[in-house]
C-alpha cells in the first residue's frame, strides 16, 4: 500500500472519528493489519490530493515491509489515539508511572544481556495448522502484515544466524515464506579433506551401517550419528551468536541471584517442600484490628404495588399493559430489529409452556443416539436453553415459558463448532442434570453444525439431546391452564458457572430465592413501572439475566438490549439508545464505559441527563475505577452525574453481594489507596496517593437489604476476618444459590459455611454462602473487593491478583506488542508452589528482537511492582487464545492447552532459575570428622610401619563413616541402611564336571575349530538368513574350516603378514567375517573386526573406520569385493585419499592352497584379538582378548545355556564387539551348536524376519539387541494377528536375551514379552545380559536360571547413592530388572569408586569382576591414560585387599534373593528379595514351613546395573542418572520421539526430537522444565528442539550423549528452536 503521509489534524471530525473507530478494533484485535489499512485507505484517498498535489513532493517511505505502514503513520495514528482519550482497560496512571520509574532504575542497573532463542527458518514463517487461526472474528480480509526491520538493540545483539544444513536436507512440505518474516539464508555444507594425523588425536566417535529407520524406514538409522565434531565455515553458515557464548550468557545472567536464599536444611519430602514453598516471612505485615462484625443491610420493604411473584407480574402486565413493550433488540446495524410486548410475552410463554408438558413440537435429534429411558418432559425436569447472545426476545419466551410450566430451565452458550473452548465441560453438567431436551430458535437451529443426515452434530463429551425449536408453536386450548405453582423451595433456574479449573457446574436458585432477589434488586436500585434500561450484558447469566430478565419483568419495565456484535462496530449504540427512549437505567461494564470514551464521532448527539443509575456490573474489578473516572469526566458535560455511577459486586453462588445505591455517590461513595504488599500479605494497609506501589480501590456499595455479610479467612477454618484483614466475602440471606447440582460435597463447602469467631464457636446456627470475592468491609458498611477467588494466585506464601499483573503488564507498551484485550495470567503448580504464567496475543507486525525486547521489560516491571517472578511468558500468534461466546479470554481453556502442549505459542520465556526458590538445598560431604581423626592417628604414628596400619585404619573408618553418613535422604526415606551384609556375589564353579566335553582338552579356539572339522565335519554350524527368510548360505565345521584356511594362505602370500600383526576385517555382517576371523589366527595374526562404512553416509563413517584401522595399527585390511569398491568409490575419495588405506586384501579372490601349518600360540595368555568399541561417553577403547580368556568364556557360556551341538541358537545382533562377537564368531567353534545368523539390517527391511526364524527352526534361545527389539515392537506392533494367521508360534522360546552394556530397558522388555505372549511368547523367557569393556560378558539368563527378579527403589535415596526398596507404585519409585545371572567363574562387587571401599549392599557402588575371562588390558584408550590404570588391577583398601578386579565402571547394587521352588509346580518359581542378611536361611525357611511345606530353597545373588559411572550427571551434590531425566521427559508430551540429556557448565541440557510440525516446537519447552523440575528437583538450563534421528545412537541402541554434547556447543544441530531459560 502506498504511505499516506495525511496531517490527520486537519481532518474533517467525522473522518477522524472513523479513523478513531478504526484504530480501536485494531487494538482490539477485532480487524486485521490488512483490512485496517484498506479501510484507512478507502477513508484517506478523497483528502490525498488536497495536501499533495504533486505526486513528487511525496515524502519517502519508512522501513516498512509490504503490507506496512510508515513510522510517520504509526506515529500519527498513536498521536490521535491520545487525542480520543485512548485509556486502555486497566489503566491507571499510577500504575504506569510505577512501572516506567521500574523500567528505568533497572536501565541504569548492570544487567546482562538475555540470551536470545534460536528459530529455525519453517519455525518463523507461519505454519499451516496456525494459519486457520489468522481469521479475525470480525472482518472477512486477509491477514499479511508487514513487519518492521528495526536495529537490534545494543543490550540484545543481532539474532543468531540459522545453523547449517543436516547433511541431509529435509524437505518441508509446507515451504511458506511470509512476506513479514526474516529470510535467512542457508550455507552449503563443504566437503573437506580431513587430515588423518589430526583426527587420531580428536576424540573419536562411534557409527554403523544399519540402513533401517525408525520412521518407516525413511531416515536412516546410520543418520542417527553425526559427525558433529568437522570444522564448520562459520563464515558462511553460522551467525555471531554461538551456542557456546549464549550459554556463557546465560550463566552471567544467573550469576546476580534475585531472590532470597534457599532454605537452610536439605528437604526432600513432600511436606517439607510445601513448607518451603510457603515460608513464614516474620517481617510480613500483621492485621491489628479487632475482630470484624457482621455488615447487616437494611430491611427489605417490598413497595405495596409489586405482584406477588413472577408469573402474577407476567399475568398482570400481559392483560392490562399487554401493548408496552417488555424487551427491544437492535440489529448488528444500530437499527430496532423487533420487540416484544407483555402480552406476546404471555402468549407465546404459554405456547411453550403447553408444548413442553404436551409435546407438541417438532424437534431434531442430536447424532449421538436414541434417547433412553422416559422422554416425557414433567414438571421438575431440565431442559436446556440454547440461544444466541443477539436474540433474547426468544430467550425470554422459553425461560418464562419453563417458569409456567413448571421445568427448570438451564441456559447455556450456543456450541458453533465441536472444538468450542470449554464445551466438554457444559456437557458434563448436562448430562449431570439430566436434560434431554434443548430448547432453541429457528436460526439458531440452521445454525448448529449437522451431519449429512441433517441432523445436530453430536457434541464431545454431550448427552443425546432432542433440539426442539420455540417458534410457530401452536395455540394451547382455550380450557388449558398451566399447572399449580411449584414449591417454594424447587428450582426455578439453573445457572451455569465454571471453577477456576474449567470444571462446569451449575447453581440451583430456588423459586423463592430468585424471588427475594428480585425484590431485593427492585428496592436497593429503585425500580418503578414503565422506566427503560439500556442492557449491554449477557442476557443468560449473572446481571444481566436478574436485572433484564427477571427484575425488569417484575417491575413492569421495558429493556433495550444491545448485542456485543453492535457494541465492536458501534461501542456508542447503548448511549444513543438511552438519549432516544430517556432511559433511566444502564446496565454495563467496564469495558463497555471504556469503549464508549473511544467513539468520539457519535458524543456530540449523546444527552445522558436522563441516567440517574449507571450500573457497573463489574465493579468489583479492582481497575474499573479508571473507567469510570474517565467515563464521569468525558461524560458530565453530556448530563452524567456522579451519583449515578453504582458499581456492585455479585457472584453465581451468591448472586448480587452489595451494590452502591443511586443518588448516594456524591457523598458515601467510598475509595482507598492501599498498599499492594499488604495485600500480598493479605493486610489492609493505607498507602500514600503518590505511591508508586500502591492500588486504589473504590467501594461497590452497601449490604443489600436484609442480608448479612461477613468476611472469613482464606484458607483454613471460617474465621472471621480482623477488620483490616483481607478475606472471602460470605453472605447470609434468602436471596442466594442453594447448591451445584449434584455436587454435594462441593455444596456443603460453598452453601453450608458457619463462621467461626476466634474463639472457634460458630456465630450463629445460620449458614453462610461463599461468593467467591476477596475483599473487606470498610467505614460506614461500604464494601470493598480486591480480587476473587479464582483469579488468585499464590507464590511463596504471598497472594497476587491475576488482574493487578494484567494491569502492570499492560503499562510496558502494549499497542506496540500485543493486543490489549488478548492476554491470560495463570498460574500452574510445579514443585508444591504456584508459578506465574503469562500468555499474550502478539502482533504480526512485531519482530522477533522486539517481542524479547518487551518480555525482558515485563519480567523486570513485574518484578519490581509485585516483588514475585514470573515463571513463563509466552507469545502466540493473533486470534490464536481461546475465546468465550462474548469475547473474552477462556482462562481455563488456555491454562488446559498450556499444560497440554497444544497451546502454540510463537515466543516462550521460561525463568525458574528466577522464580524458584523452594529447591532443596544441595548436599554437601561433610568430611571434617574423617581429616580429625586421619590427623589424629598420624600424630600417634611414630614408625613408618604404624603409620601404614594407620592409614590403613583410617581407611576403613572413611568408609565406615561414608556408610553410616546416611546423608540427608534418610529423614525422608527412613531405614535406608538395611542390612549389613558386604556387597559380594559368585556365580557357581566353572569346573570340568563333563568328561564328554573333549573341547576342554584345547586351550585354543582355532584348535577346537580343527577338530570339529575332522570329528563332525558335516555338521552344519552356521546358517545365514537373508530378508526375505530364506537361506542365504550355511556353512559346516569342514568347509569353515578350509575357507578359513584359504584365508589364512592369502595373508600369507599376498599379504606377508608375519606372527602377531593385525590385520583389519572390514566386512558386512555374515559368514566371511567368521572366515576371515579363524584365517587370521591360523596364521598367527590378531585380527580387528571393524564394521564397514555406510554407503549413504560416508562423510560420517568413513572416518571412523580409518580412525580404528590406524589406532589398532593394523598393517593390512582384508574384506570383500563390495567393500573394498566402496572404499576406492569417489564418493568415498572426496572423504579421505583412497591411498591412506593400508594394503587392501580381497577375501573373494583366494588361492586354494591347503594351509602347510596351523600356528599355535606358544602360551594361552597370548593375545587372540582386539575388540574395539566406543563407549556411550564417546570414548573409543580396544581391549586385548587373550586365547585363555575365550575358551573360558566359551565355557562360561557354554555351562549357563546349556549349549550342546543339537541346540539350535539363533543370534540377530551386530557381531562387532562386545558379547555380539563371541556369539556371532566363537560360541558356536566352542560348544557345537547351530547358529542362525540374522544381521539387523535384514531386519529393518522385515521386521517379521527374527521372529519367523525363531518359530521356523523352533529355537529354544535367541539373542538380539535393543533396536531389534524396538524395530520388532513398533514394526509388528498392527501385524500379530497376521503372524498368528501364518502359523508362528514362539512358544518354543526358553531364553530371549538381550545383549546390553546399559541398564535393562524394562519397558521395552514389558512391551516386547506383552505383545507377542499373543504368539506363544513366555514373559518369564525375556531376559537381559551385562557386558562392559573389562569383561565383555558378566552377566547371562541361562537356561534353568530364575525368572528376572524386579525391584522397585527409592529414587530419591538413589540420588544420594543409596539403595532403598520400596513397594511398587510407592511416590518417587523407579522399577529395577536383574541384568541376568552371573556366569560361572564371575564373581562381582561392588565398591565405592573414590575411596575404593567395599560397598554394603544397600549402598550404589561401581561393579568390579573378577573372572577367568577378563580383557588382558587396553590395547589403547584416548584420553589421559592415567585415569584408567587401574581398571584392569583395582584392590580394596578394606576387606580382602590382596584380590585384583576389574572396574567395570557402572554404578549398581547386588540384592540376595530368596528362590522356593515347590515341586508340585515346577514351572513357577517365585523370588523373595531379603533387605537384610541377618536372618538365617534357615529361620526364613522355618517361618515358611507352614507355607512351602517340603519346597526347596536356594539363594541367587541378583546384579542391578543401574548406569554408567562416566555418564552421571552430578547436580547439586547428587547423583542423577541419564536415563531417569529422559524417561521422564519422554512422558510429558505425546509428540517426544526421543530425549537426551546432558550438562555443561553446571547447565542441564535437554534435547528433544519433536515428532511433529515446527509449530509445535515451542509447546515443548514449558512441559519439559515443569516435568524435570517436579520430578527431579532440577532446572532445566537449555531446552533443544530437534528433528527426529538427531540424537546419535550406536549400534547397540546406546544413545551418544557426549557427540550430541559437542555438535550442540559447536552449532553442528539444526535445531528446530534453542531456548535459554533464565
Not at 399487554?322 to 402468549?347: C, E, H, I, Q, R
Not at 417454594?488 to 479449573?501: F, G, K, L, Q, V
Not at 423463592?512 to 447469566?541: P, Q
Not at 517340603?1494 to 541419564?1522: C, K, N, Q, S, W
Request: contains cysteine; charged residues 20%.
Amino acid at each position: 500500500m502506498a504511505d499516506l503521509s495525511v496531517d490527520i489534524s486537519k481532518l474533517p471530525d467525522e473522518i477522524r472519528d472513523k479513523l478513531a473507530e478504526l484504530d480501536l478494533e485494531l487494538s482490539e484485535g477485532d480487524i486485521t493489519q490488512k483490512g485496517y489499512e484498506k479501510k484507512r485507505t478507502r477513508l484517506l484517498t478523497p483528502y490525498i490530493p488536497q495536501q499533495q498535489p504533486q505526486a513528487g513532493s511525496q515524502p519517502p517511505r519508512g522501513p516498512r515491509g509490504e503490507g506496512g505502514c510508515s513510522r510517520q503513520h504509526t506515529r500519527n495514528r498513536r498521536t490521535h489515539r491520545r487525542v480520543t482519550h485512548n485509556e486502555k482497560r486497566y489503566h491507571s496512571e499510577v500504575r504506569q508511572e510505577a512501572v516506567q520509574q521500574a523500567l528505568a532504575e533497572m536501565q541504569n542497573r548492570p544487567k546482562p544481556s538475555l540470551p536470545m532463542p534460536s528459530k529455525r527458518t519453517s519455525m518463523m514463517a507461519k505454519s499451516p495448522d496456525r494459519e486457520r487461526h489468522d481469521l479475525s472474528s470480525s472482518s472477512d480480509e486477509d491477514s499479511c502484515a508487514g513487519e518492521s526491520e528495526l536495529p537490534p538493540p545494543p543490550e540484545l545483539g543481532s539474532p543468531p544466524a540459522r545453523r547449517p544444513a543436516a547433511p541431509h536436507p529435509r524437505v518441508h512440505p509446507h515451504p511458506l515464506p511470509q512476506p513479514h518474516q526474516r529470510e535467512k539464508k542457508h550455507a552449503p555444507r563443504e566437503r573437506t579433506e580431513i587430515d588423518l594425523s589430526e583426527i587420531t588425536h580428536l576424540p573419536p566417535y562411534v557409527t554403523h551401517t544399519s540402513s533401517g529407520g525408525r520412521r518407516g524406514g525413511v531416515t536412516l538409522i546410520a543418520d542417527r550419528v553425526q559427525c558433529y565434531s568437522q570444522p564448520e565455515d562459520t563464515g558462511t553458515g553460522t551467525g555471531r551468536w554461538k551456542v557456546s557464548a549464549k550459554i556463557q550468557q546465560l550463566l552471567n545472567t544467573l550469576k546476580r541471584p534475585k531472590r532470597r536464599p534457599l532454605p537452610e536444611f536439605y528437604e526432600d519430602d513432600d511436606i517439607e517442600l510445601e513448607i518451603a514453598a510457603n515460608p513464614k516471612d516474620p517481617n510480613a505485615p500483621k492485621p491489628e484490628g479487632g475482630t470484624m462484625t457482621p455488615a447487616v443491610g437494611e430491611q427489605l420493604v417490598v413497595p405495596a404495588g409489586l405482584p406477588r411473584n413472577l408469573e402474577g407480574a407476567l399475568q398482570r402486565y400481559g392483560t392490562a399493559s399487554f401493548k408496552a413493550n417488555v424487551a427491544t433488540v437492535l440489529d448488528p446495524n444500530g437499527k430496532l430489529s423487533n420487540s416484544l410486548t407483555y402480552g406476546k410475552l404471555l402468549s407465546r410463554s404459554l405456547k411453550i409452556a403447553h408444548a413442553l408438558l404436551n409435546k407438541t413440537f417438532t424437534s431434531k435429534t442430536s447424532s449421538g443416539g436414541p434417547l433412553t429411558g422416559d422422554s416425557s418432559i414433567k414438571p421438575g425436569d431440565r431442559v436446556a436453553l440454547v440461544y444466541p447472545n443477539n436474540d433474547p426476545i426468544n430467550f425470554m419466551c422459553a425461560f418464562y415459558g419453563c417458569l409456567q410450566a413448571g421445568v427448570v430451565p438451564v441456559p447455556i452458550e450456543v456450541p458453533l463448532t465441536r472444538r468450542d473452548a470449554g464445551l466438554q465441560q457444559v456437557g458434563f453438567l448436562l448430562g449431570s442434570c439430566g436434560i434431554q431436551y434443548a430448547l432453541t430458535s429457528e436460526a439458531c437451529m440452521k445454525g448448529l453444525p449437522k451431519t449429512s443426515s441433517g441432523d445436530v452434530v453430536s457434541f464431545r463429551g454431550w448427552p443425546s439431546l432432542q433440539w426442539v425449536s420455540t417458534e410457530k408453536l401452536q395455540r394451547p386450548p382455550r380450557d388449558w391452564i398451566p399447572p399449580p405453582r411449584p414449591a417454594e423451595d424447587s428450582p426455578a433456574h439453573i445457572e451455569h458457572t465454571s471453577a477456576a479449573d474449567g470444571s462446569a457446574m451449575g447453581v440451583i436458585v430456588t423459586r423463592s430465592a430468585m424471588l427475594a432477589h428480585c425484590r431485593m434488586l427492585s428496592v436497593a436500585c429503585n425500580y418503578t413501572e414503565g422506566e427503560h434500561m439500556v442492557c449491554v450484558l449477557d442476557f443468560k447469566r449473572e446481571t444481566g439475566l436478574w436485572h433484564a430478565v427477571l427484575a425488569s419483568v417484575l417491575n413492569g419495565m421495558h429493556v433495550i438490549f444491545i448485542p456485543y456484535a453492535l457494541m465492536k462496530v458501534s461501542p456508542a449504540s447503548w448511549m444513543h439508545m438511552i438519549t432516544k427512549y430517556r432511559a433511566s437505567i444502564a446496565i454495563v461494564k467496564s469495558r463497555d464505559l471504556h469503549w464508549g470514551l473511544l467513539a468520539t464521532r457519535d458524543h456530540k448527539e449523546i444527552s445522558l441527563g436522563s441516567l440517574r443509575m449507571l450500573l457497573v456490573a463489574d465493579g468489583a474489578n479492582p481497575w474499573s475505577l479508571s473507567s469510570c473516572d474517565q467515563f464521569l469526566s468525558v461524560f458530565q458535560t453530556k448530563g452524567v452525574r456522579g451519583d449515578a455511577i453504582c458499581p456492585c459486586a455479585c457472584s453465581s453462588e451468591s448472586l448480587t453481594v452489595c451494590v452502591r445505591r443511586a443518588g448516594r455517590g456524591g457523598s458515601s461513595a467510598g475509595r482507598g489507596v492501599l498498599s499492594m504488599s499488604g495485600l500480598s500479605y493479605g493486610v489492609v494497609r493505607v498507602d500514600a496517593e503518590n505511591s508508586l506501589t500502591s492500588l486504589t480501590l473504590q467501594d461497590c456499595g452497601q449490604v443489600m437489604p436484609s442480608c448479612v455479610i461477613v468476611v472469613v479467612k482464606m484458607e483454613g477454618p471460617a474465621f472471621l476476618c480482623k477488620t483490616d484483614e483481607v478475606g472471602e466475602i460470605c453472605v447470609l440471606s434468602g436471596a442466594t444459590g442453594s447448591g451445584y447440582w449434584g455436587l454435594p460435597g462441593l455444596t456443603n463447602t460453598v452453601f453450608r459455611v458457619r463462621p467461626l469467631d476466634s474463639d472457634g464457636e460458630p456465630i450463629g446456627e445460620e449458614h453462610y454462602v461463599r461468593s467467591g470475592l476477596l475483599g473487606f468491609l470498610g467505614p460506614g458498611g461500604l464494601v470493598f473487593v480486591c480480587g476473587s477467588r479464582d483469579g488468585l494466585m499464590t507464590v511463596t506464601g504471598r497472594k497476587h491478583n491475576m488482574d493487578d499483573i494484567i494491569a502492570t503488564v499492560l503499562a510496558v507498551e502494549p499497542m506496540k506488542f500485543i493486543y490489549r484485550g488478548r492476554i491470560a495470567v495463570f498460574s500452574v503448580r510445579v514443585l508444591r508452589d504456584e508459578r506465574i504464567c503469562i500468555v499474550a496475543e502478539q502482533r504480526p507486525d512485531c519482530g522477533e528482537e522486539e517481542s524479547f525486547q518487551w518480555m525482558s521489560r515485563v519480567l523486570q516491571a513485574v518484578d519490581s511492582i509485585h516483588q514475585v517472578g514470573i515463571y513463563c511468558l509466552a507469545l502466540v500468534q493473533p486470534n490464536y487464545l481461546p475465546k468465550t461466546p462474548l469475547g473474552g479470554i477462556h482462562l481455563s481453556e488456555c491454562k488446559r492447552r498450556f499444560l497440554e502442549g497444544t497451546l502454540h505459542p510463537a515466543n516462550v520465556l521460561m525463568c525458574p532459575h528466577t522464580c524458584v526458590t523452594n529447591l532443596p538445598k544441595p548436599r554437601e560431604i561433610h568430611s571434617g570428622t574423617v581429616i580429625v581423626i586421619r590427623n589424629y592417628y598420624l600424630e600417634l604414628s611414630e614408625s613408618r610401619a604404624v603409620r601404614i596400619v594407620t592409614v590403613k585404619l583410617f581407611c576403613t573408618i572413611h568408609n565406615i563413616l561414608l556408610f553410616l553418613d546416611v546423608g540427608p535422604a534418610s529423614v525422608i526415606v527412613g531405614n535406608l541402611v538395611q542390612g549389613n551384609r558386604l556387597a559380594s556375589a559368585q556365580g557357581r564353579d566353572m569346573g570340568y564336571t563333563d568328561d564328554s566335553d573333549a573341547a576342554r582338552k584345547y586351550q585354543f579356539i582355532s584348535q577346537i575349530l580343527r577338530w570339529r572339522a575332522q570329528s563332525t565335519s558335516d555338521h552344519v554350524i552356521f546358517t545365514l538368513l537373508n530378508s526375505k527368510g530364506t537361506v542365504s548360505k550355511v556353512l559346516t565345521c569342514a568347509e569353515l574350516h578350509k575357507k578359513a584356511e584359504r584365508i589364512g594362505n592369502l595373508l600369507l602370500e599376498k599379504g606377508r603378514v608375519n606372527t602377531g600383526d593385525h590385520v583389519a576385517l572390514i566386512f558386512p555382517p555374515g559368514l566371511d567375517l567368521i572366515c576371515a576371523f579363524y584365517g587370521c589366527l591360523y596364521v598367527g595374526a590378531v585380527p580387528v573386526t571393524i564394521r564397514p562404512p555406510h554407503p549413504q553416509n560416508l562423510h560420517t563413517t568413513l572416518p571412523t573406520v580409518k580412525m580404528i584401522v590406524d589406532v589398532s595399527k593394523a598393517t593390512l585390511i582384508l574384506s570383500n569385493q563390495s567393500v573394498i569398491k566402496l572404499l576406492r568409490s569417489k564418493e568415498a575419495s572426496n572423504v579421505l585419499d583412497s591411498k591412506a588405506w593400508p594394503i587392501t586384501l580381497d577375501t573373494d579372490d583366494m588361492p586354494k592352497k591347503k594351509l602347510p601349518i596351523l600356528y599355535r600360540a606358544p602360551t594361552a595368555e597370548m593375545l587372540a584379538y582386539l575388540d574395539f568399541s566406543v563407549s556411550t561417553t564417546g570414548m573409543l577403547a580396544g581391549i586385548k582378548m587373550s586365547h585363555a580368556a575365550v575358551t573360558s568364556l566359551c565355557r562360561s557360556m557354554k555351562i549357563a545355556c546349556e549349549l550342546y551341538p543339537s541346540r539350535h541358537i539363533a543370534l540377530c545382533l551386530d557381531p562387532y564387539c562386545g558379547l555380539g562377537f563371541a556369539l556371532w564368531c566363537l560360541s558356536s567353534i566352542y560348544s557345537g551348536h547351530h547358529s542362525i545368523l540374522i544381521p539387523p539390517s535384514e531386519v529393518e527391511i522385515n521386521p517379521g524376519l527374527w521372529l519367523s526364524a525363531v518359530s521356523q527352526y523352533k529355537v529354544r534361545d535367541t539373542f538380539c539387541s535393543y533396536g531389534v527389539m524396538e524395530l520388532c515392537t513398533k514394526g509388528l506392533g498392527s501385524s500379530v494377528n497376521q503372524l498368528k494367521s501364518k502359523g508362528i508360534n514362539l512358544a518354543c522360546v526358553r531364553t530371549c536375551v538381550v545383549v546390553a552394556e546399559e541398564r535393562p530397558r524394562i519397558n521395552l522388555s514389558n512391551s516386547f514379552s506383552k505383545l507377542f505372549s499373543a504368539l506363544g511368547l513366555s514373559p518369564r523367557a525375556v531376559s537381559t545380559s551385562f557386558g562392559c569393556r573389562v569383561n565383555i560378558a558378566i552377566c547371562l539368563q541361562g537356561a534353568s536360571s530364575p525368572e528376572p527378579s524386579t525391584v522397585y527403589v527409592d529414587l530419591r535415596a538413589l540420588r544420594n547413592d543409596r539403595v532403598s526398596l520400596v513397594e511398587r507404585g510407592s511416590p518417587h519409585s523407579l522399577c529395577l530388572m536383574e541384568s541376568g545371572k552371573l556366569l560361572p567363574g564371575v564373581k562381582v562387587i561392588t565398591a565405592n569408586p573414590e575411596t575404593k571401599g567395599q560397598c554394603g549392599d544397600s549402598h550404589l557402588g561401581e561393579i568390579w569382576v573378577q573372572s577367568p575371562h577378563n580383557a588382558s588390558g587396553y590395547f589403547t584408550i584416548y584420553g589421559d591414560e592415567s585415569d584408567y590404570a587401574d581398571h584392569f588391577s583395582a584392590q580394596l583398601v578394606t576387606g580382602n585387599t590382596g584380590e585384583v578386579y576389574a572396574r567395570t565402571g557402572y554404578l549398581g547394587f547386588l540384592r540376595r534373593t530368596e528362590i522356593s521352588t515347590t515341586a508340585s509346580s515346577s514351572d513357577d518359581t517365585s523370588l523373595m528379595l531379603r533387605d537384610s542378611d541377618t536372618e538365617s536361611l534357615a529361620s526364613a525357611c522355618g517361618s515358611t514351613s507352614g507355607l512351602c511345606g517340603g519346597d526347596t530353597h536356594d539363594t541367587h545373588d541378583a546384579v542391578f546395573v543401574v548406569g554408567a559411572l562416566d555418564e552421571t550427571i552430578m547436580l547439586r551434590g547428587m547423583r542423577y542418572h541419564p536415563i531417569d531425566i529422559e524417561n521422564s521427559v519422554m512422558r510429558c508430551h505425546k509428540k517426544i520421539a526421543e530425549c537426551a540429556v546432558f550438562t555443561w557448565t553446571n547447565l542441564l541440557v535437554v534435547v528433544v526430537e519433536l515428532d511433529g510440525n515446527d509449530s509445535e516446537a515451542l509447546n515443548l519447552v514449558p512441559l519439559v522444565t515443569n516435568t524435570v523440575l517436579e520430578e527431579h528437583h532440577l532446572i532445566v538450563g537449555v531446552v533443544v528442539v530437534v528433528d527426529p534421528g538427531v540424537v546419535p545412537i550406536n549400534s547397540r541402541g546406546e544413545k551418544q550423549r557426549m557427540h550430541l554434547r559437542d555438535g550442540f556447543l559447536s552449532d553442528q544441530i539444526d535445531a528446530i528452536y534453542i531456548a535459554y531459560n533464565m
